[in-house]
């Protein structure tokens, strides 16, 4: 029996995931050469998404959750490096200082 936490834990990581899609941009040129980098960690992070999505409307909360946090690695992953922006938000996403 899934427990009513771990239903919970899953879909507030969902919603925190929706929240950051709606933040997240490519911050390079389109003409640099890291430009289809960042379009592949953004491609990786809504695949990832998206199968999270999928597990959750399966009731399968453990691998929604490990979905999710592979999704949001890469978006947290693209800001970092600076390929991705995060539109400012310090507290989605952590940006190097």
């Keep these: 029996m899934i427990s009513e936490d771990l239903r919970a834990r899953a879909e507030k990581y969902v919603k925190l995931e929706e929240e950051a899609l709606t933040k997240i941009s490519i911050a390079v040129p389109q003409d640099s050469s ?3 980098i960042a379009e592949d960690f953004l491609r990786m992070a809504k695949d990832y998404y998206s199968d999270a999505k999928s597990f959750m409307g399966k009731n399968d909360y ?23 922006s995060g539109s400012g938000d310090h507290r989605l996403f952590v940006h190097y200082r």
Aim: with cysteine; glycine share 12%; proline share 0%.
């Design 62 to 84: 453990v691998d929604c959750i490990s979905a999710i946090n592979y999704s949001y690695g890469w978006l947290d992953a693209g800001v970092r490096l600076g390929i991705l």
């Design 34 to 36: 890291l430009y289809n």
